[in-house]
């Protein structure tokens, strides 16, 4: 039973360039959650989604960063025109409904060049 | 505003000297109290879930025990493979989402 599974695992991207992380939650999960992690802070929730439908952003910035799970396929979560600030590990958690069986991925970790 | 704070920030500890970390939290109704261990470069994994004051749980070296307002991971005469960064986390009865707190660094020294 394979884990919640992340890709890529390291991602480099230019100034103004877009960067695309995926997730796949565990096998019976229903819910996904991305959070980010900056060196030296704590994980900071982003955004709860359900299939094919966002459920709470409210950790999400407003402008360039965008996020969703479709009826087929993994989670995505989009970050256009991207800035040296957005260099962090972004981590992706699914559960059961009802939060139950909260398990994290291993993370995609970002560097702006 | 629900908001979670673990202390120290860091911890160096000889082999086999116990101690314990802190995690202070305010959450708007308490579904649970988590705690996770994050090795470098890795996700957290998943240690304990606490749900009520007085609760208290155990595995191998590790316990955790919950109050109204904090909770506390002991360790129990350490091993260099119990050193990771700790963290502390909550989750509210509305929605969810988990709170997390900065982390506690522990450094077991042989």
């Known amino acids: 039973n394979a884990g919640v599974m992340q890709n890529p695992r390291h991602l480099v991207r230019r100034r103004g360039q877009e960067a695309r992380l995926r997730c796949s939650p565990m096998k019976g999960h229903s819910h996904v959650y991305w959070y980010r992690q900056l060196p030296e802070e704590g994980l900071k929730f982003m955004v709860y989604l359900q299939k094919e439908n966002i459920i709470d952003e409210s950790g999400m910035p407003k402008e360039r960063f965008s996020a969703e799970f479709p009826k087929e396929g993994p989670s995505i979560l989009r970050i256009q025109q991207v800035v040296r600030g957005d260099s962090a590990a972004y981590f992706c958690a699914s559960s059961r409904q009802g939060g139950q069986d909260y398990t994290f991925g291993s993370g995609t970790r970002l560097t702006v060049v | 505003e629900d908001q979670v704070t673990q202390s120290p920030e860091a911890l160096r500890l000889q082999e086999g000297e116990s101690s314990s970390l802190n995690c202070s939290y305010t959450v708007s109704g308490l579904r649970g109290l988590f705690w996770y261990r994050q090795d470098p470069g890795k996700g957290p994994e998943f240690l304990f879930t606490l749900y009520s004051a007085g609760e208290e749980k155990e595995k191998e070296r590790l316990k955790a025990t919950l109050t109204k307002k904090e909770s506390f991971l002991h360790i129990t005469a350490p091993k260099p493979e119990d050193s990771a960064t700790y963290l502390c986390?909550?989750?509210?009865?509305?929605?969810?989402?988990?709170?997390f707190g900065t982390g506690t660094s522990l450094t077991v020294i042989p």
């Open positions: 986390a909550v989750q509210a009865r509305t929605g969810n989402q988990f709170y």
